[in-house]
Nanobody
């Protein structure tokens, strides 16, 4: 049974914007921590932004701070990633992920997240 489904990726010119969406279902919809990761060719998967379901804490990678915003609509079991001022280096496959337990210092490790979406490609051209 599908737990997370991302959408909203595509091709955009540098300086443009995209909004990614991730809809959670089943057990993933009750996970206390949800995040966005990305992986570019030849690079390690890295966290982009994270958000607690309660809204009490957020995290942004330094590379996207001030440009990206994570938000959620708990009633619709949906999390969003608004990406503005996109740069070619933002090109990657973007994944949403859910941890079923609260996270501390391990929040940035992809291995501690229990559910993953299929990924959506974001390509930023020059």
């Amino acid at each position: 049974q599908v737990q997370l489904v991302e959408s909203g990726g595509g091709l955009v010119q540098a300086g443009g914007s995209l909004r990614l969406s991730c809809v959670a279902s089943g057990r993933a919809s009750s996970g206390p921590v949800i995040g966005w990761f990305r992986q570019a060719p030849g690079k390690e998967r890295e966290i982009v932004a994270g958000l607690s379901r309660s809204g009490s804490s957020t995290y942004y990678a330094d590379s996207v701070k001030g440009r990206f915003t994570i938000s959620r609509d708990n009633a619709k079991n949906t999390v969003f990633l608004q990406m503005n001022s996109l740069k070619p280096e933002d090109t990657a496959v973007y994944y949403c992920a859910v941890s079923m337990v609260p996270l501390g210092s391990d929040y940035f490790r992809a291995s501690v997240y229990h559910y993953w979406g299929q990924g959506t490609q974001v390509t930023v051209s020059s």
